[in-house]
């Protein structure tokens, strides 16, 4: 029996496919999203909680997120904000109709990291 035509599963491509650009930020949109839920806003939560509490409760949470793995969560908070903020707004654009076409989605992904980066600096800039 010759099965060489028949067309073969997704799962089975494996390392023949090439992920492309859109689809890469497709998934890191998603674990933007996951990362925001799960440490941020927490973190957030927790750091008003602090601020409601008094000033020692508030210098003790200053304290542990003035040191390096506080200020590594705090500068992976804001490029997940402002990639998510970003690919959200692309994907609005797409909702509309707009740059469907491959060269425009291409230029919107690159916008997208680009601009992430961008802000990311600029919020982030006296933080390490």
């Not at 707004?89 to 740059?99: Q, V």
């Not at 491959?102 to 600029?122: E, H």
Request: net charge positive; aromatic share 10%.
């Amino acid at each position: 029996m010759n099965n060489s035509n028949r067309p073969l599963s997704p799962f089975m491509i494996g390392p023949y496919y090439k992920p492309q650009l859109t689809s890469v930020l497709s998934i890191t949109h998603r674990g933007t999203g996951v990362f925001l839920s799960l440490v941020s806003t927490p973190l957030l939560v927790w750091w008003l909680i602090a601020l409601a509490s008094g000033p020692e409760e508030f210098a003790q949470m200053t304290s542990l997120l003035a040191g390096l793995p506080g200020r590594l969560i705090l500068l992976a908070s804001i490029f997940c904000l402002s990639f998510h903020m970003f690919n959200g707004i692309r994907h609005l654009i797409w909702d509309m109709g707009y740059m469907l076409e491959m060269k425009a989605a291409t230029a919107g992904a690159w916008a997208v990291m680009v601009l992430s980066v961008l802000l990311t600096g600029i919020l982030a800039g006296g933080l390490l």
